[in-house]
């Protein structure tokens, strides 16, 4: 047998080397620990993502020393945020601060890359075309290893203090490792997009209508990422034949000479569609195991909090095996104070049923956990304050 790996045995194995994988190998590692790091793809494709940050997002990212790389790749920054629903339009300024410009929404092919290359210049050692297949226990059901499947077919045997799940929505260590379901939802949007060239950046800008949602989210180069989103039971309606045609015909209903000039300038790469997913917080934290991103605690991308929770979830994580090592049991106990609240949350803004004033609300106070959440990183002085 061939031996890719350098070691039998690592302080911590992760699976999945995307933003929540790359970003928790990269703490661990600063700390001192010996990480391994494997994803079945090489990691070189994009991924579905609008690429909207949140404010905890930008100042993690900050934090760990990388914005300025995601800044020098030509993502702009984005100073303010505006939610019209229907004619009321609701401009909120992002107050630089903390050596922190504004919001940012780096397309993922560059922001996965830069996480990863931290991790790999940290010391993780990083392979790809490498897939998870089972997991070893001890007597005593805590999970000490893994086996990996090569790109040979050969699978092979890695020991580990701690396994680490960033493995995504259909994780395949959480059901290894049976972690528990605490909530569950069946609610979901369907959501298509692509990219436009051209537009001046005005920040990020969320449209709300009767059931239906679109958005504008300046990304790289220039580039602006379109959005539209619905129930699912309305897709067809609006994007069976001529989709971008039906993206420009739901901006129209808010801003007829936006959707005029998206209608000129066409899109710039293919659309892409997601039909929605259902939701789930399970547990993140086992003996000799976690899961963080998606893997534990998905929602539905109506309220662009996914990256936010990976990153979130990294760090708490680090600092949890930094207090105990190998013992994770204190970071869900930290990601689970809001996680239950912004999970209904957001599925509730995912459900479209409410009228606009309702929806507001429920903006309001998801805004307000975003603000807990901030104010848990010590990052006061970076803010945004969603007006009423
Ligand atoms: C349409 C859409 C729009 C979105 N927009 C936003 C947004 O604007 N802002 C935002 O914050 N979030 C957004 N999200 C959510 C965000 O994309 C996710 O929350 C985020 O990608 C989760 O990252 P992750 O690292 O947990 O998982 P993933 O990005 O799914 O990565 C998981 C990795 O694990 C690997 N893997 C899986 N199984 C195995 C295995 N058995 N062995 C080895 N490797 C494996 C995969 O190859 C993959 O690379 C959006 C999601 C969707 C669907």
Same mark, same amino acid.
Request: hydrophobic letters at 45%; aromatic letters at 8%; proline letters at 4%.
């Given at each position: 047998?061939?031996?890719?790996?350098?070691r039998p045995?690592?302080?911590?194995v992760?699976i999945?080397?995307?933003c929540a994988g790359?970003?928790t190998a990269? $703490?661990?590692?600063?700390? #001192? !620990? /010996?990480?391994? +790091?494997?994803?079945r793809?090489d990691?070189?494709?994009?991924?579905?993502?609008?690429h909207?940050?949140?404010?905890?997002?930008?100042?993690?990212?900050?934090?760990?020393?990388?914005?300025?790389r995601?800044t020098?790749?030509?993502?702009?920054?984005?100073?303010?945020?505006?939610?019209?629903?229907?004619?009321d339009?609701?401009?909120?300024?992002v107050?630089?601060?903390g050596?922190?410009a504004?919001?940012?929404?780096?397309r993922?092919?560059?922001?996965?890359?830069v996480?990863?290359?931290a991790?790999w210049e940290?010391?993780?050692e990083?392979h790809?075309?490498?897939t998870?297949?089972?997991?070893?226990?001890?007597l005593?059901?805590?999970?000490c290893?893994?086996s990996l499947?090569?790109?040979?077919?050969?699978?092979?045997p890695?020991?580990?203090?701690?396994?680490?799940?960033?493995d995504g929505?259909q994780?395949s $260590?959480a059901?290894?490792v #049976? !972690? /528990?379901?605490? +909530?569950?939802s069946?609610t979901?949007?369907?959501?298509?997009?692509?990219?436009?060239?051209?537009?001046?950046?005005?920040?990020y800008?969320w449209f709300?209508?009767?059931r239906?949602s679109?958005?504008?989210i300046?990304?790289?180069?220039?580039?602006?990422?379109?959005f539209?989103?619905?129930?699912p039971?309305?897709?067809?309606r609006?994007?069976?034949?001529?989709a971008?045609?039906?993206?420009v015909q739901?901006?129209?209903?808010?801003?007829?000479e936006?959707?005029?000039?998206l209608a000129?300038?066409g899109?710039?790469e293919r659309?892409?569609?997601?039909?929605?997913?259902?939701g789930?917080?399970?547990?993140?934290?086992?003996p000799?195991?976690?899961?963080?991103?998606?893997?534990?605690?998905?929602?539905?991308?109506?309220?662009?909090?996914g990256?936010?929770?990976a990153?979130?979830?990294?760090q708490?994580?680090?600092d949890?095996?930094?207090?105990t090592?190998?013992?994770?049991?204190?970071?869900q106990?930290?990601?689970?104070?809001l996680?239950?609240?912004?999970?209904?949350?957001?599925?509730?803004?995912?459900s479209?049923d409410?009228d606009?004033?309702?929806?507001?609300?429920?903006?309001?106070?998801?805004?307000?956990?975003?603000k807990?959440?901030?104010?848990?990183?010590g990052?006061?002085?970076?803010?945004?304050?969603?007006?009423?």
């Amino acid at each position: 047998m061939t031996r890719i790996f350098s070691r039998p045995q690592y302080d911590a194995v992760i699976i999945g080397a995307r933003c929540a994988g790359a970003a928790t190998a990269l $703490l661990l590692a600063r700390a #001192g !620990a /010996r990480v391994l +790091m494997v994803d079945r793809e090489d990691g070189s494709q994009d991924t579905l993502s609008t690429h909207a940050l949140t404010r905890p997002a930008v100042s993690l990212i900050n934090d760990w020393g990388l914005l300025g790389r995601i800044t020098r790749a030509g993502t702009p920054v984005v100073r303010q945020t505006r939610f019209q629903y229907g004619d009321d339009v609701v401009d909120v300024p992002v107050q630089p601060g903390g050596g922190i410009a504004g919001l940012y929404a780096p397309r993922r092919w560059l922001l996965d890359r830069v996480l990863r290359d931290a991790a790999w210049e940290a010391g993780v050692e990083l392979h790809t075309g490498v897939t998870l297949v089972g997991v070893q226990k001890q007597l005593n059901g805590r999970v000490c290893g893994v086996s990996l499947r090569l790109k040979s077919g050969e699978v092979e045997p890695v020991s580990a203090g701690i396994v680490i799940g960033a493995d995504g929505r259909q994780s395949s $260590l959480a059901g290894m490792v #049976g !972690a /528990r379901s605490i +909530m569950n939802s069946d609610t979901r949007a369907a959501c298509i997009y692509s990219y436009v060239d051209g537009l001046p950046n005005e920040g990020y800008r969320w449209f709300f209508g009767d059931r239906v949602s679109a958005g504008l989210i300046p990304t790289a180069d220039g580039a602006h990422c379109f959005f539209a989103a619905c129930d699912p039971r309305a897709m067809r309606r609006w994007f069976n034949f001529d989709a971008f045609g039906g993206m420009v015909q739901m901006l129209s209903q808010w801003d007829p000479e936006l959707a005029a000039e998206l209608a000129a300038r066409g899109p710039i790469e293919r659309l892409r569609r997601f039909a929605g997913a259902p939701g789930h917080l399970r547990d993140c934290a086992g003996p000799g195991w976690a899961l963080v991103g998606d893997a534990g605690y998905f929602k539905d991308p109506a309220t662009a909090h996914g990256i936010t929770d990976a990153f979130l979830d990294a760090q708490r994580l680090a600092d949890a095996l930094s207090e105990t090592p190998g013992e994770a049991a204190a970071y869900q106990t930290a990601r689970d104070r809001l996680a239950p609240h912004m999970f209904t949350l957001t599925q509730q803004i995912a459900s479209y049923d409410w009228d606009l004033a309702q929806l507001k609300q429920l903006h309001m106070a998801f805004n307000a956990c975003l603000k807990q959440e901030q104010s848990e990183l010590g990052h006061c002085a970076f803010s945004q304050t969603l007006a009423a």
